[in-house]
């Protein structure tokens, strides 16, 4: 990337009537036409919220670096398929993020068949690890607080598979409770989420 | 839309679901637009949870990705489609104005080859197709009229669109689809933000007349599936083809 390629691309945002900076769909669909200066910019904005994500999932940071690499380069590369309908350009990069660290929470999974190490540790000690770092590193005071609006079956369920990414069936093992009971926990404790966070997309 | 599936909608926002699972599952969106409604609400809502954990990458990930873009190739707009992609990279001159000659020639050819047969035994039906050939032309010759093309995915039948966003119109034809199974049709799907509307029955003889299709601006793909030969009113199997209208 030149120098002279980036500060066009600066120049250009500064000239937009409003003096608006440009947001991250404006971003991608530059991107989409294949401009590196777009990409830097919207690296800005997604890289934080990518690797967090895929650190809260993964934990360790060098395997963290590694996922967040790879679901900036398919960012790139996927870039002329989004589609507004889609959501939100950071919605849509952070879903894939999400993705992206539970397949390889997965993959590591099956390779060491920790599936039985999951079963056989305290779920206890387990859920208390993923819902204590992330509770106390919100940086979302809204999030916080909604989260803490659930119940805490709701909490736990929607915690351990978000953050945790487990599966809703080793959520369920995890805290002991019926596959259909933690099957509705998910879906009505997100509800409450969209409600209280007010997520109208 | 069954309960049981609709409950899934939270698990499956959340990735907490298996491959076979959500496989299946996205079946199951297809023909439950309240279900895709809520799945892409409770999408949003774990993004937010996404964001509140924030944290920023050590600085060098920052070198690494910008060296590495410039060597990635980026995909084509909507879904990749491996014979229109050969055609072109074969015969780099032919490009896109050849893709809509042809598509013309095929769909006006298509049309008119209807138009013959039918002549003698179908006059009502004839008056149908010529009411609509007006229509038809003017899709074929608007000035930003171009071609998707689809292959089924056992690679038997093919699907075109000649389309004009212009128009918010376009022209499907479905061609060399092997004959359905007995008692069953195939119905072709306009699939998009609302879920799938139904286009119709096509023939199941394999030789389909072109069908005009209104409104594809805010729709995502066009898909074909076996249904019983009465028809469904949502799709009940999985497609047999899919045309991405993001090209």
Not at chain 1, 80 to 96: I, K, M, V
Not at chain 1, 106 to 124: I, K, N
Not at chain 1, 125 to 138: A, C, K, M, P, Y
Not at chain 2, 206 to 228: N, Y
Request: glycine letters at 8%; a negative charge.
């Amino acid at each position: 990337m030149s120098a002279a390629v980036r500060s066009l691309s600066v120049r250009r945002a500064r000239d937009t009537p409003q003096d608006q900076p440009p947001t991250p769909e404006d971003l991608l669909t530059q991107v989409a036409r294949g401009s590196e200066a777009a990409f830097q910019q919207l690296y800005d904005v997604v890289a934080g919220p990518v690797f967090g994500v895929v650190r809260k999932v993964l934990r360790d940071v060098a395997q963290s670096e590694e996922v967040t690499q790879e679901v900036l380069l398919e960012l790139w590369r996927t870039a002329p398929r989004y589609r507004s309908e889609q959501g939100s350009a950071l919605g849509w990069t952070l879903t894939l993020a999400h993705r992206r660290a539970v397949d390889r929470v997965r993959s590591a999974q099956a390779r060491t068949d920790r599936e039985r190490r999951v079963g056989a540790m305290s779920a206890e000690r387990e859920f208390d690890e993923v819902s204590e770092t992330v509770i106390t590193h919100l940086e979302h005071e809204q999030v916080r607080r909604c989260l803490d609006s659930l119940t805490d079956l709701q909490r736990e369920a929607v915690t351990l598979a978000y953050y945790g990414g487990h599966t809703y069936p080793e959520v369920a093992e995890l805290l002991g409770a019926p596959l259909g009971t933690v099957k509705t926990r998910l879906r009505d404790g997100l509800i409450r989420l969209r409600d209280c966070m007010g997520v109208d997309q | 839309m069954s309960l049981d599936a609709h409950t899934l909608t939270g698990a499956y926002a959340l990735d907490a679901v298996d491959d076979v699972e959500r496989r299946r599952f996205e079946q199951h969106l297809l023909g439950c637009p309240g279900c895709a409604q809520e799945v892409s609400e409770l999408r949003a809502t774990a993004v937010r949870l996404g964001l509140a954990v924030t944290e920023q990458p050590p600085a060098r990930l920052h070198d690494r990705v910008l060296a590495e873009i410039s060597g990635v190739r980026q995909d084509r707009p909507g879904r990749p489609v491996s014979h229109r992609a050969r055609l072109t990279a074969r015969r780099p001159w032919l490009g896109r104005v050849g893709a809509v000659a042809a598509a013309i020639a095929l769909a006006g050819a298509a049309a008119l080859g209807v138009l013959v047969a039918r002549a003698d035994h179908q006059l009502a039906g004839t008056r149908a197709q010529l009411a609509q050939a007006q229509p038809l032309s003017r899709v074929l010759s608007a000035p930003d009229a171009h071609t998707i093309t689809a292959t089924a995915n056992d690679d038997e039948g093919t699907a075109t669109l000649v389309v004009s966003n212009e128009l918010d119109a376009g022209i499907l034809t479905v061609s060399a689809m092997p004959s359905p199974p007995a008692g069953h049709a195939y119905q072709a799907w306009v699939i998009g933000p609302d879920g799938p509307h139904s286009v119709g029955l096509l023939s199941s003889t394999g030789a389909t007349p072109p069908r005009l299709v209104h409104g594809l601006r805010d729709e995502s793909s066009i898909a074909v599936t076996v249904e019983p030969a009465a028809g469904s009113l949502a799709p009940t199997s999985i497609p047999v083809l899919q045309l991405d209208l993001a090209s």
